[in-house]
DNA sequence: AATCTTCTGTAACAAATGTTACTGTACTAG
DNA sequence: CTAGTACAGTAACATTTGTTACAGAAGATT
């Protein structure tokens, strides 16, 4: 048994569910900035985070894209459930955020799963709920705040998720994961400098507090 | 067995489920404007309509609110489920778009027909797909569109949920569930019906074509 | 009819965000 | 070292959206 199932999902699966994940599903290691589901692609297996961090975005006709949420430790990515379970093709984009640890799953095993075991089933269904709860949380982001809290909502689960700091990404791809331009983020970075809440340097922000308030 | 029920689950699920949501469900039609949910609210039975249409806000903590979407017959509200599933609080409003016929059932029986019957698993995740796929719809309008886009979206999905080419409703109206100020609606519907697109008259609007491109 | 309320139209202005253009600086490759 | 490239800072401006204020029309109330 892989020691990082048992740590992640442990407590979430019994062991006979353990052990089938063992067995059946394929261990993988992707670095960073790696395209784990294009958009429009079939999926045919789905992945169990195991360490690291996954961004989802969402792409426009226009190739625009916007974020909508993290995946960490222990999460599923929703979408690839439903396109697993309806046949869909996928709506969203995945990359992993840091290096990342992850288990694939063939689709052939979730509806078989589904009806066996119930702490699938729930997981399944606390999946969705959280995904649910984090695409409207996107929602409140974008319709009711302004683009300087958006932005220190983004750092603040920017290091969360990268439990770090720093964080290593130029303005310009802060700008395309919030879906604005490279310059409005630098003013507003410029602003909370001079707040003394980052300190900017080439390629990488130190956050000192971005706290909301 | 109530008509309705056979008329918009029928296909869906088998003839012993149809019997027990007949049997234990509660009937209930509601008037236009009745609140079904009430955001921060503890949900005891779920709704599945029969007929008419519900509108799905999120209300954020100034009381400011913004549409996510409608719901029809055969649908099923997907918060509720989730939150009867993970007993968790409402973290939405939900207000009767046009007078509504549902059936109410009782939260114990979801986690027993979950085990019970793979018709109703799959029409919850299939629920859940949908509602996730609304709210990233949702996500793409405020996200990619302007205000006049989002408005001509907001008149296009009002026609279908109401069958009617004609909206009773102000301009306040509109601009609370697109999150805008009045002066901002009033313009932009005078804009388009400079251009033919609808005519305006004192609380309703009269849809001539508001398709896209 | 006179009054009051609600709804809409419009102007003038403010604020937020987006765009273009140009700078200098840091780093990279040859 | 030199030339080229990516990145960040900044100004000037355009556009979109939000705000305030007021007037007139439609409808409701007395």
């Not at 990404?169 to 331009?181: F, P, R």
Request: aromatic share 8%; proline share 2%; charged share 30%.
């Amino acid at each position: 048994m892989i020691q990082e199932i048992q740590n992640n999902y442990g407590t979430l699966f019994e062991n006979e569910l353990l052990e089938e994940i063992n067995h059946v599903g394929t261990y993988k290691e992707v670095p960073e900035g790696f395209e784990l589901i294009k958009p429009g692609s079939y999926i045919k297996s789905m992945p169990l985070i195991l360490g690291g961090a996954v961004k989802i975005l969402r792409e426009d006709t226009d190739g625009d894209e916007l974020l909508l949420y993290f995946l960490e430790s222990g999460d599923t990515c929703a979408m690839t459930l439903s396109c697993c379970l309806g046949h869909h093709k996928s709506e969203i984009k995945a990359i992993a955020e840091t290096n990342t640890k992850l288990i694939m799953v063939p689709i052939e095993k979730m509806e078989e799963w589904t009806t066996k075991y119930k702490s699938w089933r729930n997981f399944v269904f606390d999946s969705y709920h959280k995904r649910l709860m984090e695409a409207i949380e996107t929602i409140d982001s974008i319709a009711f705040l302004k683009m300087d809290d958006r932005l220190l909502k983004y750092l603040r689960d920017k290091t969360k998720v990268n439990q770090d700091h720093i964080i290593n990404n130029t303005h310009q791809e802060i700008a395309y994961d919030l879906h604005t331009s490279r310059v409005v983020i630098s003013r507003l970075l410029k602003k909370l400098e001079q707040e003394g809440r980052v300190q900017l340097n080439r390629n990488n922000i130190e956050i000192i507090n971005v706290s909301s308030i």
